[in-house]
């Protein structure tokens, strides 16, 4: 016979996990955990296999050329950022942006998030 919980618990609907800074129990999918506000490693399998810091150095001293899109594997927005020069340098400013806050992705859709 199948045991029910007790009366005030809580069952989980979804999967946890636990926050490797803090230790609090936070769902799994979470990026950032919500009691100690430490952002969460990416999941095996979901991160590229890009670096941070080459795409980083690559923005700031080629960006114009669109040589850190050509990094990751995106030809065809690296070809129009030569072609506009990073879209007279706006483009690329909000690439560099998005590559430090771990926001910028690889030709596959994969998040560039590893420093090193």
Known sequence: MERLPQRGTHLPSRATKY????????????FVCPPCGVMQLAPPGL???KRVLPALLL???FGVFGVHRLYVGKKGTGLLQLLTLGGLGV?????MIT????GFT???GEKVVEWI
């Open 59 to 61: 923005c700031f001293f």
């Open 99 to 102: 590559i430090l806050f771990g």
């Open 91 to 95: 483009w690329m400013l909000i690439d």
């Open 47 to 49: 991160d590229s296999e």
């Open 106 to 108: 690889d030709s596959e």
């Open 19 to 30: 926050c490797h800074a803090c230790g609090s129990v936070i769902d799994a999918q979470a």
